[in-house]
């Protein structure tokens, strides 16, 4: 009998380990951006060289981050004061209501200056009010609009009269209405916080109003044929049909007023003075010393961030909400 030939495998056939075919595609991807940024890095440190202002020399990246380490250190040292404050008025209280029951206790806030990180919270917290505001506005009228061609007919000229302007325009408007309007001996909100809200929620309006009109007027016949025929009740017909397969131009829409609510806000608070981010750059400018170019940039590159990862929180929720992965745009 003759023995059966061993076989042999090419360097072809060789089985491969999915773990590193997957590592070498995903290095790439990983190792493209560090280069970039290390180039960014280097020409902005190499630049910043040869840049003489004012203030002094422009800062580099060394000096950003000494100036980010020294923003961080003033957040403790104000909290640490917080701290140190409600723990002196706790005590206060205590001895006075011992001697006194009848006694009552107050507690006041901390007025210390706001740190950086208070500005961010701030400037945040504004504009996802503003969005919010915005997109419960602007999506119901969309999805009118992408339904029925007489509201779009009728709506329309307000759309192309109001889009074009800029939010900026209308803050001394927004302004002197909210001080004329907003009036209370206890306001739940201040007045300042109004009138930022507003005028991000202004700038947020027309792009998911828009969007969302475009995608509801361009859903698949076939699945507008099929609610005919099942006879879906328009609540169901709008519940299945037209939110699923609106999904990826409505959140087209909302992240792109999120990030023009984000810019505007921040120029809102230059102009106006309100509590954010952009008072903090504008405070940094007038105060001239030798780390504000530092500190802006700072503030400049933290703008860039965040303006970033809400994107990515909003690409992350229309993932989460998209029956059509392939359709969800990085």
Known sequence: MSKSATPVLSISQTPSNPWIEKLTQRVPLLLLPVIGLVLFLAVWNGVAKNIDTSLGQFPGPAQVWEQAGALVDEHNQQRTKAEAFYARQEQRNAERVAQDPTYPAKIRPFTGAPTFFDQIWTSLYTVMVGFLVASLVAVPIGILCGLSRSSYTAINPLIQLFKPISPLAWLPL???VVSAVYVSDDPMFSKSFVTSAVTVSLCCLWP??????????????????????????????????????????IFTGLRLSLGIGWMVLIAAEMLAQNPGLGKFVWDEFQNGSSASLARIMVAVLTIGAIGFVLDRLMLSLQRLVSWDKNSVLR
Do not use: C, F, Q, Y
Not at 210 to 227: E, M, R, Y
């Open 174 to 176: 927004v302004t002197m």
């Open 208 to 249: 998911t109003l828009i969007n969302t009109a475009v995608g509801v007027s361009n859903i698949d016949k076939d699945l507008l044929n099929v609610s005919r025929v099942l006879r879906l009740k328009p609540l169901t017909h709008l519940r299945k049909i037209v939110l699923p397969a609106s999904i990826p131009m």
